[in-house]
């Protein structure tokens, strides 16, 4: 793994106040760990949510959706080690009975628990184990409990994934800090596997929801470790309002501009650290494509790029066979594209320029980046002005084992 000094490996955090997170053992695939994880809201608080696209969405995407119809959260329950996924109406049942655990235990309404789960896909969901480590998950709930959380919710993840930002809203400190879960099947069309960010600024639930569905976009829909959407993606920011900040509900107040600049940090932050932690990932790889007649055509182009699995094994070997870009490039389903005007950069490298290899290209100048622990692939399409950027990682032996391996 590429190694770093990120917020995510060190475990730096601010609490959130009217937020806390209890982690316990119910034993549902893991022995000796954490694998349920509760969050709860403060009373008033709002909440916001990204769900995957997956046409076969897990049963505790469906619930929790139809939950959020009906009321404001008060509670998150989450599971690793099991899915959920693929379990049809049995699974359905399984989401809402562990929502009616929690409920029972807190006086709430059922509908104001949302239920996550990651894990093996078209896997019964123990119920029954979930619903007795309810009460324990309860009653280990604090403000200090992002760490635990972190650890609780990894499946094949190596390290624990959180950021933290603090700002100043009318004069009052405000906190936003987040924790992830993904290493691998990542391709998000929303967010990512899992990842539940929360402040304690008041803010107006649509704006909440504006603001998520803005920080995803550059962030957690902007990576890729294998081009693979889980049925179990999901994004949630919370709100406590229990700062003494002035609400926020102007969209075009200084406030809310500079509370979804926090918000976005945290998500790139959390989005980075997935793509680092990518299964069997040596590189952080950035592909970065301008000059593009639309952002679709630029993101085309990009994907392309970061899913080639030539592309990427070509990167874990350190190996600046260029030709396997271009390729990409020119598969990517742009009509009418003139290659002539294209031009291909291993960082501040010029590989392709007028059609082919580029003049002064030398195999060395190629190996110099391609042997480096992060790098960037840019590719000027030299047709228009809209740009985009995606991160993705290579493709190693590990990755192959990891996923080989996964149910044993």
């Known amino acids: 793994m590429v190694e770093t000094a990120s917020e995510s490996e060190t475990l730096v955090f601010n609490p959130v106040p009217g937020i806390r997170l209890g982690a316990t053992s119910a034993g549902i695939k893991y022995r000796d760990r954490n694998d349920l994880v509760i969050i709860e809201l403060a009373e008033g608080g709002s909440c916001a949510a990204v769900f995957t696209q997956n046409a076969f969405c897990a049963a505790p995407v469906t619930i929790a959706r139809e939950h959020l119809t009906k009321a404001m959260p008060r509670y998150l329950l989450i599971n690793s080690g099991n899915a959920n996924a693929g379990t049809g109406e049995t699974g359905l049942r399984a989401a809402l009975e562990t929502c009616k655990a929690v409920a029972a235990n807190r006086g709430c309404a059922v509908n104001q628990v949302l239920p996550f789960s990651t894990g093996v896909i078209g896997e019964l969901l123990p119920v029954d184990k979930v619903a007795v480590a309810v009460p324990d998950a309860l009653t280990s709930l604090t403000e200090q409990g992002w760490a635990s959380a972190a650890r609780a919710i990894m499946t094949t993840d190596t390290v624990p994934k959180m950021a933290t930002r603090q700002i100043e809203l ?14 691998g099947m990542i391709r998000p069309d929303m967010a990512t596997m899992l990842a539940y960010i929360a402040t304690d600024a008041l803010v107006d639930k649509h704006l909440l929801q504006r603001c998520l569905e803005q920080a995803v976009q550059p962030s957690f829909n902007s990576i890729t470790v294998d081009g693979d959407t889980s049925t179990n993606d999901a994004c949630v920011l919370m709100a406590s309002g229990v700062s003494e900040s002035s609400p926020i509900t102007d969209a075009h107040s200084d406030a809310y501009v500079a509370f979804c600049e926090a918000v976005e940090s945290v998500c790139m932050s959390l989005a980075r650290a997935i793509v680092l932690d990518g299964e069997g990932a040596t590189k952080l790889v950035e592909v970065r494509v301008e000059g593009a ?116």
């Open 293 to 408: 007649e639309s952002e679709s055509e630029a993101r085309d182009v990009a994907y392309t790029i970061a899913h080639s699995p030539l592309v990427k094994t070509a990167l874990f070997a350190s190996d600046p066979n260029w030709g396997r870009i271009l390729a990409a490039v020119g598969r990517a389903g742009l009509e009418d594209l003139a290659i002539e005007g294209i031009r291909i950069w291993l960082d501040d490298v010029c590989i392709v320029r007028d059609g082919g290899r580029a003049d002064d290209y030398t195999e060395a100048a190629g190996q110099r980046v391609m042997s480096q622990d992060a790098l960037t692939i840019r590719v000027d399409l030299g047709r228009g002005q809209s740009e985009t950027r995606v991160l993705t990682c290579d493709l190693s032996y590990d990755y192959v084992k990891i996923n080989a391996e996964y149910r044993s």
């Open 170 to 183: 009318s004069g009052k400190t405000v906190t936003i800090t987040g924790i992830a879960k993904g290493s």
